[in-house]
């Protein structure tokens, strides 16, 4: 009996073309998701047979399929490292070893019989994809022992349903060669590869897999990958996607060959797997050994996030010089990942310009790549509010979102230094009406330090009671970091945009002696209460923002007694 099972197309040259599985929208009922489970490995459903040539002892421990003795993600993922470390040993064995000892086999007759058309086949198999054999360890001659054929399997199959599923058996079954023609098609594979293949094979005629073990699945993945059988992909993905996710199984996602990340079918997978860690290490000061100690595909997801609860921006950047040397003790790598990874996960426009001004002097970063960061952060910095906004707007998309502010525990400032004729600053804090609803019933939010007179000095927003204590109302004060007992004495102004013309109005002045580490200001800055300040149709929230101002003037400065 004959399957036909190609969808197809006519183009205006009159043309025709098959449309693979991965071409056909999976939520379309189209015939290659139809179940010809009955007709696997069936001679009477089959127009060809398919010799599996499998290299390597049966035997030895680096032969076992990846699945095989894992219990978990983790299992699964030390075992593949150790074999990869056995194959890299083994891949000491020269190309004119590897060709002696096949040269051996015919002489001694160790090679199992097969007739010309069989022999071409297995040139043609591996001219097709000479890269791919090699260049994957999990495919290739990692040594003589393993050049050997240990076994032989062979399987009826019908073209037709493996063509329709597979780009790769397309190209082989129709590259126009004599050998295209051949009844048997043979395929050389590593005996750790084995029991992933026949899955993938099952699949192919019935659209599901039988292992339900996360090992297990992801060992379809790999063979899926190889294969070109996106639907398998997507099906396995989707398997791994609805499992319990933990940090150790995300990282191995992130971590899977690059051929298998950019397909599309996994893309839901390492989304989830982004997710997962960004969530876990949403707040990383309660995991700051777990953290520094991820890879450097988890740093980059767990920095990707906007909902990141870290002190500012410096601090991010304090944290990946940090993480990079801990994992890059050579200063060339090093700058090697800064520059071409780590960098863009660093919202340089959000940083102050004091943190800045060390960016450019930092010997971890190559020196024109750091001016290069810098002078971008500086020029959006000086673009206008609306200008900024449209910037962001346009980068929401984007997988780095380097100029989307993250939802920092102090809050960036806009600052403004003047030394003559005494030193003055003018600081600007903006307040989003959430941040401001999320302050009741006593909560607190601090902007990044700035500094004066070379101390730092900080605003903090509050809700609190009113002097009386009859009611909830906005409060706004200014602070000086701890640092000795240096005094200052500073006027302080501050002030907020108020509709209907925007601009500042004056709302309170003071002067007040720092010390150091104390705070002054206003606990009703607005002369009303918490439920007016917050009303529909507040004066003091332009298209959904408060626009706060700090003008400070040092009096004078008292040195130590």
Known sequence: MELSVFPVS????????????????????????????????????????????????????????????????????????????????????????????????????????????????????????????????????????????????????????????????????????????????????????????????????SNTVSVTTAPALLDVLMAADKFEVASCMRYCSRLLRNMPMTTESALLYLELPSTILMAKSVQPLTDAAKQFLAARYKDITKFPEEFMSLSLAGIEAVLSSDDLQIASEDAVYDLILKWARAQYPSLEERREILGSRLARSIRFPFMTCRKLKKVLTCSDFEHEIASKLVLEALFFKAEAPHRQRSLAAEESASVHRRLIERAYKYRPVKFVEFELPRPQCVVYLDLKREECTGLFPSGRVYSQAFHLGGQGFFLSAHCNMDQQSSFHCFGLFLGMQEKGSVSFGVDYEFSARSKPSEDFISKYKGNYTFTGGKAVGYRNLFGIPWTSFLAEDSLYFINGILHLKAELTIKRSTDPQ
């Open 10 to 205: 006519i183009d205006i040259f009159g043309q025709t073309k098959v449309l693979f599985d991965s071409d056909i929208n999976r939520h379309d009922s189209s015939p290659s998701e139809r179940d010809f489970g009955f007709a696997f490995n069936d001679s009477n459903f089959s127009d060809r047979v398919l010799r599996i040539e499998i290299m390597g002892g049966g035997s030895s421990s680096g032969s076992k399929p990846d699945a095989e003795g894992c219990g978990s993600i983790a299992d699964w993922a030390r075992h593949r490292k150790r074999r990869r470390e056995d194959i890299i040993k083994k891949e000491s064995v020269t190309i004119s070893d590897v060709l002696a000892g096949a040269e051996e086999q015919i002489l001694t007759n160790e090679q199992p019989d097969m007739d010309e058309g069989e022999e071409a086949m297995v040139e043609e198999a591996l001219s097709g994809d000479e890269d791919d054999a090699t260049s994957d360890p999990n495919w290739g001659f990692e040594s003589l022992d393993y050049f050997r054929v240990k076994r032989v399997r062979e399987l009826h199959i019908s073209s037709p349903i493996l063509a329709a599923k597979s780009p790769f058996f397309y190209k082989l079954f129709s590259n126009g060669m004599m050998e295209s023609e051949q009844r048997h098609v043979t395929l050389l594979i590593n005996a750790s590869e084995e029991a992933a293949l026949m899955e993938l094979l099952n699949f192919i005629y």
